[in-house]
Nanobody, 119 residues
Framework: QVQLVESGGGLVQAGDSLRLSCAAS????????MGWFRQAPGKERELVGA????????DYPDSMKGRFTISRDNAAKTVYLQINNLKPEDTAVYYC????????????WGQGTQITVSS
């Protein structure tokens, strides 16, 4: 069982930057692919991006390329999401999730952290 706790959200202005953190309780997360997702009010949850277990590879949907950067520190059991030039449409609850290398889906989820971007 992997417990994930996100932090770093808040109320910001358009154009600001934020770095979200996702701290894991597991002894090690180096065996997990880690992903960030978000869900805006009235919308479905969407993938922001993911990072490979060793941190060498990241993958983002086309709609997320450019302003979002995922990184990880396995020694600190923490994954990060850097968001630059925040826009009002980035307002959402942001979740981190973990899945095993062989898993077909993300099995472990955090409780989420809210980002609200004012124009």
């Amino acid at each position: 069982q992997v417990q994930l706790v996100e932090s770093g959200g808040g109320l910001v202005q358009a154009g600001d930057s934020l770095r979200l953190s996702c701290a894991a309780s597991e002894r090690t997360i180096s065996n997990y692919i880690m992903g960030w997702f978000r869900q805006a009010p009235g919308k479905e949850r969407e993938l922001v991006g993911a990072i490979s277990p060793g941190g060498r590879n990241t993958d983002y949907p086309d709609s997320m390329k450019g302003r979002f950067t995922i990184s990880r520190d396995n020694a600190a059991k923490t994954v990060y999401l850097q968001i630059n030039n925040l826009k009002p449409e980035d307002t959402a609850v942001y979740y981190c999730a973990a899945r095993g290398i062989e898993a077909a889906s993300y099995d472990y989820w955090g409780q989420g952290t809210q980002i609200t971007v004012s124009s």
